[in-house]
């Protein structure tokens, strides 16, 4: 299942045949949508994943772990994988909070027998958040709901959730660029792996996408060719849709080259942007005059 929050007729076909399509909410955020998918296709386990996501690994013992009446989540990487807030309880109207791990909500496996504890008051406490008072507007990261969507949830499991009924998994096992210490063992199969031989369930390329703007190649990159592209594959893409950095043979790996030197001057102009407060100022411009409808 899929939720559509504005794919293009063309895209529609595409995967139309392959996923059910289920129409986002009107007027809601396409980061709010992680729990519509749960709510409109109930299911005994709910397998969350953000779409930048490519699962390497099966998810059956994770799903097993989940029938037994507990969610899976795995931690955030650092710096933010320790982020609580006691304004979390005031603003949302819960109950006393118990700190834990900070988790990421771009992959959840959530039980039915959690859906009044976990999904539907992460659905009524995102509808109380000002998107200015998020990363998506004028806030700093110190601000309780930078992160929108996944502080609400972080909030509800802190207030909701005992123990028991909570499995969290180290955050290696759900990488984030630069994947650090991940190496491509075997792309034809999708293995990755670290020196320690542990391997990850899954990879999220969060913030920049590779397939919208030039990006580092990486454990991830390298891979996506093979998932979109491959003649196995169910869902096989035009080549032609992807970028020249994410296709394969030899002028591809030249273009990824110029993409990865591109992303390294481009964060190098960011940081040097920071250093004097332009970004946030930028920011807020942008934010005001798209509240302004300009």
């Given at each position: 299942?899929?939720?559509?929050?504005?794919?293009?007729?063309?895209?529609?076909?595409?995967?139309?045949?392959?996923?059910?399509?289920?129409?986002?909410?009107?007027?809601?955020?396409?980061?709010?949508?992680?729990?519509?998918?749960?709510?409109?296709?109930?299911?005994?386990?709910?397998v969350i994943l953000d779409a930048d996501v490519i699962v390497v690994r099966p998810l059956t013992p994770l799903?097993?772990?989940?029938?037994?009446?507990?969610?899976?989540?795995?931690?955030?990487?650092?710096?933010?994988?320790?982020?609580?807030?006691?304004?979390?309880?005031?603003?949302?109207?819960?109950?006393?909070?118990?700190?834990?791990?900070?988790?990421?909500?771009?992959?959840?496996?959530?039980?039915?027998?959690?859906?009044?504890?976990?999904?539907?008051?992460?659905?009524e406490g995102q509808s109380t958040l000002d998107l200015r008072r998020t990363w998506l507007g004028t806030a700093k990261l110190s601000d309780p709901f930078y992160f929108a969507d996944q502080d609400v949830l972080n909030a509800v499991v802190a207030a909701n959730l005992v123990d028991d009924e909570l499995v969290t998994l180290d955050h290696r096992l759900?990488?984030?660029?630069?994947?650090?210490?991940?190496?491509?063992?075997?792309?034809?199969?999708?293995?990755?792996?670290?020196?320690?031989?542990?391997?990850?369930?899954?990879?999220?390329?969060?913030?920049?996408?590779?397939?919208?703007?030039?990006?580092?190649?990486?454990?991830?990159?390298?891979?996506?060719?093979?998932?979109?592209?491959?003649?196995?594959?169910?869902?096989?893409?035009?080549?032609?849709l992807l970028p020249l950095r994410l296709r394969e043979g030899k002028p591809a790996g030249i273009d990824r080259r110029r993409a990865t030197l591109q992303a390294v001057l481009r964060a190098q102009a960011r940081r040097q942007l920071g250093r004097f407060g332009v970004r946030t100022s930028l920011r807020a411009w942008r934010h005001r005059h798209r509240a302004g409808g300009l």
């Amino acid at each position: 299942m899929l939720v559509d929050a504005g794919l293009t007729p063309e895209q529609r076909r595409l995967v139309g045949d392959h996923v059910a399509l289920v129409p986002a909410p009107a007027g809601l955020h396409a980061i709010f949508l992680a729990p519509v998918g749960p709510l409109s296709v109930p299911a005994d386990v709910a397998v969350i994943l953000d779409a930048d996501v490519i699962v390497v690994r099966p998810l059956t013992p994770l799903i097993d772990k989940a029938r037994s009446g507990r969610l899976v989540a795995f931690t955030n990487n650092e710096p933010n994988d320790d982020r609580f807030f006691p304004e979390w309880r005031s603003t949302l109207t819960l109950g006393p909070l118990v700190r834990r791990s900070y988790l990421n909500a771009g992959q959840l496996v959530i039980p039915a027998s959690l859906r009044e504890k976990v999904v539907l008051p992460w659905v009524e406490g995102q509808s109380t958040l000002d998107l200015r008072r998020t990363w998506l507007g004028t806030a700093k990261l110190s601000d309780p709901f930078y992160f929108a969507d996944q502080d609400v949830l972080n909030a509800v499991v802190a207030a909701n959730l005992v123990d028991d009924e909570l499995v969290t998994l180290d955050h290696r096992l759900a990488p984030h660029p630069p994947f650090p210490g991940l190496r491509l063992l075997d792309a034809e199969h999708l293995v990755c792996g670290y020196a320690n031989g542990e391997r990850p369930y899954l990879l999220h390329h969060t913030m920049a996408k590779p397939w919208l703007e030039a990006t580092k190649s990486n454990v991830y990159t390298r891979l996506l060719p093979r998932v979109v592209l491959a003649p196995d594959v169910a869902l096989r893409l035009d080549r032609k849709l992807l970028p020249l950095r994410l296709r394969e043979g030899k002028p591809a790996g030249i273009d990824r080259r110029r993409a990865t030197l591109q992303a390294v001057l481009r964060a190098q102009a960011r940081r040097q942007l920071g250093r004097f407060g332009v970004r946030t100022s930028l920011r807020a411009w942008r934010h005001r005059h798209r509240a302004g409808g300009l």
